[in-house]
């Protein structure tokens, strides 16, 4: 299967700054991937679908304007919690699809702790 | 709108012991259905998949049956080793969506040797 790496695989910040997470496919172009969001002995929720060269797709409830996704090539797309907020720590996962929609692989995940 | 509920863990179990996990949904149309693994440390990966009714998925011992009498979709293994200590989460695709995937909410299993 498909390869997906993230960047970084931790971080934690102050409140009110802004964190990038990097999302990669090694090994395929991917014209559409997700983010998810995990909380805590929680499933996974999506949060947006992004295709390439076109704006994302949000879920309902998540805020496009504190999440900025951009998914500029067919490797990489980025996630920017802006502002981010002790309730924004989570785990930020990413996946593409890779095939068919039926083919999602996944990324290992970035653990965001906001202090 | 679509959900899936599986059951909660964790689960303990002994080396060599029967698993089952089980996993129902509620959707519309006809979905796809899937059971992923996270390993720890680790992200998920796809485990098994069954795309319609009555299809059985298997992988590394592992199966599950799509049964759309019952909307389930329960995992299941003969006999579990301590390798197999992970979380397990089961997912449909809605028909039509263009991938996104919805989840229950993990089964932590952990095994003893």
């Known amino acids: 299967g498909a390869v997906v790496s993230q960047h970084p695989s931790w971080v934690i910040c102050k409140s009110g700054t802004s964190v990038k997470i990097e999302c990669r496919s090694l090994?395929?172009?991917?014209?559409?991937m997700f983010w998810y969001r995990q909380f805590p002995k929680q499933s996974l929720m999506l949060m947006a679908t992004?295709?390439?060269?076109?704006?994302?797709?949000?879920e309902q409830g998540v805020e496009k304007d504190k999440f900025l996704i951009n998914h500029a090539s067919l490797t990489l797309s980025t996630l920017t919690v802006t502002s981010a907020h002790p309730e924004d720590s989570s785990f930020y996962i990413c996946?593409?699809?890779?095939?068919?929609?039926?083919?999602?692989?996944f990324g290992p995940g970035t653990r965001l702790t906001v202090l | 709108g679509n959900s899936v509920t599986q059951m909660e863990g964790p689960v303990t179990l002994s080396e060599e012991a029967f698993l089952t996990i089980n996993c129902t949904y509620t959707?519309?149309?006809?979905?796809?259905l899937f059971w992923y693994v996270q390993y720890p440390g680790e992200g998920l990966q796809l485990l098994l998949k069954?795309?319609?009714?009555?299809d059985k998925g298997s992988n590394k011992g592992f199966e599950a049956t799509y049964r759309k009498e019952t909307t389930s979709f329960h995992l299941e293994k003969g006999s579990v080793q301590v390798s197999d200590s992970a979380v397990y989460f089961c997912?449909?695709?809605?028909?039509?969506?263009?991938?996104?995937?919805?989840f229950g909410k993990g089964t932590k299993l952990s095994v003893k040797p």
């Open positions: 996946s593409i699809l890779a095939g068919g929609p039926n083919e999602q692989f």
């Open positions: 090994d395929f172009q991917a014209t559409t």
């Open positions: 992004s295709n390439e060269g076109s704006k994302a797709t949000y």
């Open positions: 959707a519309t149309g006809y979905p796809s």
């Open positions: 069954a795309t319609k009714a009555d």
């Open positions: 997912a449909l695709r809605g028909g039509g969506s263009q991938g996104n995937l919805i």
